[in-house]
């Protein structure tokens, strides 16, 4: 896996803000858990189209989860993941992985070792656990804050903090759609949640797991 400190993120954001003219300028978006000490902050470009970039971090502090990560993610204009790294720190230990997905559609995953080939299920969207930003790519992908859809949708499933890899299936359905807030149920598995979206289809209020603050 390929080094990425922060001087490396800040160059690249800066050279996309540049040669950009769609993008709007960044945000910084905090989500407070509701249940579990967790914090989550994420410094955001969004474009007119549905590119996406963004690095955050996440701090977990509750008795059973305690740790840190952090994450840089590419969307492409089609609103499809292209490129994830990932890092976690635990008292114990430190992990990293990369997902970056090739042209032909397959998923090069590597946690340090040399990369592994994957297909996952033809996925185009990732999910890291307990991170809120990453609902936001398949809804604006697809473009459920804006109108009415209901989708099934193979996703690469990343596992915090072990940076466990894998392929589920989720699905996302519009219940409601507003000016300035709309609301998508997301299920997989066993679990269903209305989810508040504003209208860049980003996450206002995940009832359970987060909110923005």
């Known amino acids: 896996m390929n080094s990425f400190n922060a001087t490396d993120a800040g160059r690249v954001t800066s050279n996309v803000e540049a040669r950009s003219p769609s993008a709007r300028r ?12 967790r914090l ?4 955001l470009l969004l474009s007119s189209d549905q590119r996406l970039r963004a690095s955050g971090r996440l701090v977990a502090a509750g008795p059973d989860e305690q740790f840190n990560a952090s994450f840089e993610v590419s969307v492409g204009e089609s609103g499809q993941v292209n490129r994830l790294l990932l890092r976690t720190a635990t ?21 340090g070792q040399g990369s592994k080939r994957e297909t996952f299920n033809d996925a185009l969207d990732v999910d890291v656990q307990f991170s809120v930003l990453f609902n936001a790519i398949p809804i ?7 109108e009415e859809g209901e989708h099934q949708l193979p996703v690469v499933r990343v596992s915090l903090p072990d940076l466990t890899v894998r392929a589920v299936t989720q699905a996302y359905k519009t219940v409601s759609v507003g000016d300035e807030v709309s609301v ?3 299920k997989s598995g066993g679990f269903e949640q209305n989810i508040k979206v504003d209208q860049n289809g980003l996450v206002l209020d995940y009832p359970l797991i987060s909110k923005r603050i």
């Open 26 to 37: 960044p945000e910084m978006i905090t989500w407070q858990g509701l249940h579990e000490p």
């Open 140 to 146: 604006r992908r697809l473009g459920l804050h804006r």
């Open 91 to 111: 008292v114990l230990e430190e992990r990293q992985c990369s997902l970056s997905r090739t042209e032909d559609g397959a998923w090069l995953v590597d946690h």
């Open 184 to 186: 998508v149920r997301f």
């Open 40 to 43: 989550e902050q994420v410094r």
